[in-house]
């Protein structure tokens, strides 16, 4: 299962961002392939909002992420890619971005949310790096005001796609992914082991969460 069939991508490095550096590349055509199945979920259901997690941690999933929203901010639709990763981020460092502002300065009513995205320069992509550490990132993202957020950042682009934590490892990764109208899992091939993939569907379930399909990472 993935986006109505298993989309892989093959020969991937992590912290490579490839669709921006080599568009031309077969890596690249693989994410058109990916960007592709996934606008066509947009157009038949009203999913706006892309969580992409994992069973585990180094899998690749966040470089898998960046590159698809640079792929998809290619076009003429308005991207918004947003680094939910409260533990680990990495998006500001694939991007080469201060992350002295973010998403918990946002939650912490520290800082506006215009204030606090970045443009990228990149197509029509738009970044909301994580932001300075918080000590509790289940209780702040499980927080009203991350709703609310989402809510308005959905009136101002065609697409939103979060860079989401471990779903087997953090207990926040389900509260996104019932907030997200989709989910894409991001595993790896020959590291991500099938009952660790098994057991992370089962969790999404439990969190109500609209799983649509799974994108292999062939090393």
């Known amino acids: 299962m993935a986006l109505n069939k298993r989309s892989q991508v093959k020969n991937f490095k ?72 409260l533990r680990d981020p990495i998006i500001h460092t694939v991007f080469k971005l201060s992350n002295e502002t973010g998403l918990t300065d946002v939650l912490h009513n520290k800082t506006l949310l215009n204030q606090a995205i970045n443009n990228t320069g990149i197509g029509n992509l738009d970044i909301l790096t994580s932001g300075n550490y918080s000590p509790n990132p289940a209780e702040l993202i499980g927080h009203e005001w991350m709703r609310e957020i989402l809510k308005q950042l959905a009136d101002s682009y065609d697409m939103i796609l979060i860079d989401g934590p471990s779903v087997l490892k953090w207990t926040e990764t389900r509260i996104l992914a019932n907030l997200s109208h989709s989910v894409v899992l991001a595993v790896a091939r020959g590291k991500t082991g099938m009952e660790k993939a098994e057991e992370a569907r089962k969790v999404l379930e439990l969190a109500h969460a609209n799983l649509v399909g799974a994108i292999i990472i062939e090393k």
């Open 14 to 85: 992590k912290k490579n961002l490839v669709t921006y550096s080599n568009p031309d590349s077969a890596i690249s055509d693989q994410f058109q392939t990916i960007k592709t199945n996934i606008k066509f979920l947009t157009e038949k259901r009203n999913n706006q909002i892309f969580l992409i997690t994992s069973p585990g941690i180094g899998e690749g999933k966040s470089t898998i992420t960046a590159n698809l929203s640079v792929s998809m901010a290619q076009q003429k639709e308005r991207i918004l890619l947003i680094d939910a990763n």
